[in-house]
């Protein structure tokens, strides 16, 4: 008969390691349970049915009144139109195009008249003189000189304030050079 080999070399690692924790576990003292103290059972009262309906009491009506606030689903920025008031069937061509978008071609001196010649973007020629309503913003010609021609434009501000602002038209000099 053969004798029984219990482990060879490569198992001795590995029954190191499975073995010891379980000595280890098998030598602690198992400690007692905590201390819990059972709570009391909760018996519900019985609730006694009532013959009498109590009436509820009196609960302050709420109601809210709007005067004097302002509407809390109105934008708060509030845009008007800036611009003339009339329809714009009344205005006339110059009125209805913006001063940045007009060219000025040319100024003719007639002794004490001074009159331009402005172009607008459609390529209409129009001949303005001093006191031409022109532009979206209620502008008008305060002064033609031999190489410009000054609007004064009226518009409100976004706190409701007239500005007056002064738009120059100048002539070209070169062929090429903007306006």
């Not at 509030?78 to 008031?85: I, P, S």
């Not at 913006?98 to 607008?120: F, N, P, Y």
């Amino acid at each position: 008969m053969r004798p029984i080999r219990l482990a060879s070399k490569a198992s001795i690692p590995f029954l190191l390691v499975v073995l010891m924790p379980a000595f280890g576990l098998m030598a602690c003292k198992k400690s007692p349970p905590p201390n819990i103290q059972a709570l009391a059972p909760i018996n519900p009262k019985p609730v006694q049915a009532a013959a009498v309906v109590e009436e509820p009491e009196e609960v302050e009506q709420f109601s809210y009144n709007p005067v004097g606030y302002r509407d809390p689903f109105a934008s708060l920025v509030q845009v008007k139109k800036v611009g003339n008031d009339t329809p714009e069937e009344e205005l006339t061509p110059l009125q209805r195009v913006s001063i940045s978008d007009m060219r000025l071609e040319g100024i003719i001196i007639l002794g004490k008249k001074v009159v331009a010649h402005v172009i607008t973007p459609d390529g209409k020629a129009h001949i303005v003189t001093v006191g031409t309503l022109m532009g979206r913003n209620r502008g008008k010609i305060k002064r033609i000189v031999s190489d410009r021609v000054v609007v004064e434009e009226q518009f409100e501000d976004y706190m409701g304030n007239r500005i007056k602002q002064e738009t120059v038209l100048k002539l070209r000099q070169k062929e090429g050079e903007n306006s």
